[in-house]
Each structure stands twice: as structure tokens, then as C-alpha cells.
């Protein structure tokens, strides 16, 4: 699987938009970039995931780079509970498990 | 509703000891997963079960033992663990195996081995 490099933490004043950056520049064709966050004590909470285009559902939105080799998630209007360490992780499409592997993740503090 | 539930919540248990994790879905998933999860580090997986039968064991040592009795149930059963076991155990499940199938998690088992 591709490997991610994502900042190690970042700030966000809440009401603002967050923009977490991702990058995967070895990631290939048959590669989804996938965006998950931990809050504290709890388990991985799912966001949304993407192959070529931009997504957007009503947590977020993923832009994706032409070239695919990075990619930015978007929470539009940050609270305070959506500080948490976010994870952007690459999985192999097709594989025989489809195995999801985290990274260090970025530390996401929204500050009133 | 994507829920994955997992019981007990926290978990004491002595080195000689044997207890049980159990992980439960009722989603229709045909994959569920362990992961392991230290302090302050990211999750890591252990085990993958696609219908029923375990498809991956990430090397694992054998104190740890994979159950799945059916496909709404997971179980992990310990025995003779060590302290540095301690960890939170997170159980989670996807409609099959495949990158394209979102893996949902659940809120996690937190154990402490004294």
C-alpha cells in the first residue's frame, strides 16, 4: 500500500473550515485514499473515501489532486468536537483483504 | 446504521487468567477485524475474518485465539497474557473483504493485564 505523509498536528478556530492535507505520491491507479478520525477513547469513526473524484457527503468533503499524488480533507464549518487525530490512509483496490493501515495521523484542535 | 458493538467495555485481568472478547454486527457484514491499539499509537490490525473463516492472522502469538461462530459474531479469547498487552482492542466489520467496502469500527475494549 502507498504510504501517507500528513502534518503532525494543526489548529482550526471553530466555525472556520479545516483543511487537512494528505500526501500519498506513490499511490496508484487501483489505490482509494480513505479519511478517518479517532477522538479520544474512541474508536475509529469512518468519513469518507475516494478513487479519482472529489467526494462529499454531509461530514466533509475529500479533494483529490489530478495526479492523485495527494489530497486534502475538508470539514466546512469546525466545532469544537470534531477535535480528534485524523487519519488519511491508502488501500489497495482488489486485494485479497483489503487491509486498512494507519499511519502517525494529524492532531486536529479546534480552539474557540 | 452502521454499529458495531463490543463488550465488556474495560477489562482486568490477571497474567493466569482467561477472559473473552466479544464483538457483535448485525449489518449483514460478511468481513470483521481486530485491531490492537497501544497508547498514543496508531491502530494496528491482528485478525481478518471473511465468512467465518480467518483470512489473515498479522503473526499474531498464540495468547491470542480468533473465534467467529457465526457471521454476526467475533469473539477474542485471551490467555496468558503479558502486561504489555494491555492495549485497546477495537473489533470491526465491512459488507466484504476489498478496499471498495468501508470497514466500520467499534468504540473498543480497553484491557489491562496486571
Known amino acids: 500500500d502507498a504510504k501517507t505523509t500528513q502534518p503532525p498536528s494543526m489548529d482550526c478556530a471553530e466555525g472556520r473550515a479545516a483543511n487537512l492535507p494528505c500526501n500519498h505520491s506513490?499511490?496508484?491507479?487501483?489505490?482509494?485514499v480513505y479519511w478517518y478520525r479517532q477522538i479520544h477513547s474512541q474508536g475509529p469513526q469512518y468519513i469518507i473515501h475516494g478513487l479519482k473524484n472529489n467526494e462529499t457527503n454531509e461530514m466533509a468533503s475529500l479533494i483529490i489532486t489530478e495526479d492523485r499524488k495527494s489530497s486534502t480533507l475538508i470539514l466546512p464549518h469546525a466545532t469544537l468536537r470534531d477535535t480528534a487525530v485524523y487519519y488519511c490512509?491508502?488501500?489497495?483496490?482488489?486485494?485479497?483483504?483489503?487491509?486498512?493501515?494507519f499511519g502517525q495521523g494529524t492532531i486536529l484542535t479546534v480552539h474557540p | 446504521d452502521t454499529e458495531v458493538t463490543q463488550t465488556p467495555k474495560h477489562l482486568v485481568m490477571g497474567m493466569t487468567n482467561k477472559k473473552s472478547l466479544k464483538c457483535e454486527q448485525h449489518m449483514g457484514h460478511r468481513a470483521m477485524y481486530w485491531y490492537k491499539q497501544k497508547a498514543k499509537k496508531p491502530p494496528e490490525l491482528m485478525f481478518v475474518y471473511s465468512y467465518e473463516k480467518l483470512s489473515i492472522n498479522e503473526s499474531v502469538p498464540s495468547r491470542f485465539s480468533p473465534e467467529c461462530p457465526n457471521s454476526s459474531l467475533l469473539n477474542l479469547h485471551l490467555h496468558a497474557l503479558q502486561p504489555e498487552d494491555s492495549a485497546l482492542y477495537l473489533c470491526?466489520?465491512?459488507?466484504?473483504?476489498?478496499?471498495?467496502?468501508?470497514?466500520?469500527f467499534g468504540e473498543g475494549s480497553w484491557l489491562t493485564v496486571v
Open positions: 470491526a466489520s465491512s459488507q466484504e473483504k476489498g478496499a471498495g467496502n468501508t470497514i466500520y
Open positions: 506513490t499511490i496508484s491507479g487501483n489505490e482509494y
Open positions: 490512509i491508502v488501500r489497495v483496490r482488489g486485494t485479497s483483504y483489503g487491509k486498512l493501515t
